[in-house]
């Protein structure tokens, strides 16, 4: 199975984001990495944050061939330290935030009965408090300067349900709760918070996914792709970079008055 199309980058002539920094989480692979891309293309400055240092310094070397200026963090979102530590690093650097993409996440699957309490707990410390101390650390930065956008990656996956996604399905309905919240705190300060909720997305964490559920429906990863495919009104997975592209769009001018909101971009799945 080949995910080659997930790795290449979407070229655009937009340049809305010069000057402007951007801290992206899960920045190593898949959504987070398409949009340290996007936004390096906009002329961002890039803080590219993940555990995964090869594949955050890889991200930073196509972000830096945009001409943007972009760093590689070592970052864990489950611990408060890493996260301050790596805010700081990115202020004595440029001296501003303007853009939280927090999109770093995991996916573990299992039914009810097989989920452990520590594989719950995994999940639930880097894809919702990984995002709530992102958002702890950086909003108030933001609200003290010229605003800001924070754009937290939830999943459609937030908004309804399959067999054997409790743990990630709680999670990511918790990423849109806590964005709502922080929207309505951060309303007067002129910064913007929204969360997007992708459907299945042609990335490492939608392999996963395949490999857990396929053998379980009696499918190869292929067959279950392919019919994840077939379910979506627009018959395809999404490509990393069309995550990215709203991502752009929210952290824009032409967004300033979206907050509170939880967008899927899913190809019309939800709504079937």
């Known amino acids: 199975m080949t995910y080659s ?13 010069v000057g402007h920094v951007a801290v992206i989480t899960g920045a190593a692979k898949g959504i987070g990495r398409a949009c340290a891309v996007r936004f390096a293309q906009e002329g961002a400055h890039v803080a590219c944050l993940d555990v995964h240092d090869t594949g955050n310094a890889e991200a930073v070397e196509t972000c830096r061939r945009y001409g943007a200026d972009a760093i590689s963090v070592h970052c864990d979102v489950t611990k408060l330290e890493d996260i301050q530590r790596a805010v700081d690093e990115v202020m004595r650097r440029w001296g501003r935030i303007d853009i939280l993409v927090a999109a770093a996440g995991i996916y573990t699957g299992g039914l009810l009965t097989e989920v452990s309490v520590e594989q719950w707990q995994r999940v639930i410390d ?3 408090t990984g995002v709530f101390l992102c958002n702890k ?4 930065l933001m609200a003290g300067c010229c605003g800001g956008s924070i754009i937290n990656i939830s999943s459609m996956s937030g908004k309804t349900s399959w067999p054997g996604t409790h ?16 929207a309505m705190e951060m309303a007067p300060y002129g910064v913007t918070v929204n969360a997007v909720c992708p459907g299945n997305t042609r990335t490492e964490l939608v ?7 396929a053998p379980r429906e009696g499918l190869t990863p292929e067959e279950w ?8 009104p627009m018959k395809r997975l999404a490509e990393p970079w069309e995550i990215a592209g709203l991502c752009a769009f929210l ?9 509170g909101q939880a967008i899927e971009i899913d190809g019309g799945m ?3």
């Open 5 to 17: 199309s997930s790795t290449q980058e979407h070229e655009t002539k937009l340049r809305r984001f």
């Open 126 to 128: 880097i894809n919702l």
């Open 137 to 140: 650390v950086i909003a108030p």
């Open 167 to 182: 743990e990630y399905s709680a999670s990511k309905s918790g990423v849109i709760g806590l964005t709502h919240s922080v």
């Open 207 to 213: 392999m996963q996914a395949a490999l857990k559920n």
């Open 225 to 232: 792709l392919a019919r994840r495919a077939n379910d979506c």
């Open 251 to 259: 952290a824009s001018e032409d967004a300033r008055y979206i907050t």
């Open 270 to 272: 939800v709504l079937t």
